[in-house]
Nanobody
Framework: QVQLVESGGGLVQAGGSLRLSCAAS????????IGWYRQAPGKQREWVAT???????NYADSVKGRFTISRDNAKNTVYLQMNSLKPEDTAVYYC??????????????WGQGTQVTVSS
């Protein structure tokens, strides 16, 4: 099973930026599609973005044009660059292998996630 570890969260003012990282602890990410997901307080976990093994990307409408998912296979890491952050982006962010693209259905289990808090 692929174990993924999220990092890079923090507190940022509205309009600011953060870059999240998703790293594999014991295996290569090359060849796997990876998705980013988030869960805000009191809400269901939702899909944010996906990058395929070949580098194709897809985004939820709520983040399109503001977030960019990318991968560096040499560093065995997938990133989520988040710009123009809004208070409604506040959530715990997770990365995982998608089971069904565009949904929160994943392969394996959820990790610890990384907290992103956007102040107004």
């Amino acid at each position: 099973q692929v174990q993924l570890v999220e990092s890079g969260g923090g507190l940022v003012q509205a309009g600011g930026s953060l870059r999240l990282s998703c790293a594999a602890s014991s295996t290569t990410l090359t060849g796997y599609a990876i998705g980013w997901y988030r869960q805000a307080p009191g809400k269901q976990r939702e899909w944010v973005a996906t990058i395929s093994s070949g580098g194709s990307t897809n985004y939820a409408d709520s983040v399109k044009g503001r977030f960019t998912i990318s991968r560096d296979n040499a560093k065995n890491t997938v990133y989520l660059q988040m710009n123009s952050l809004k208070p409604e982006d506040t959530a715990v962010y997770y990365c995982a292998r998608p089971l069904i693209y565009g949904t929160n259905q994943i392969l394996g289990s959820w990790g610890q996630g990384t907290q992103v808090t956007v102040s107004s």
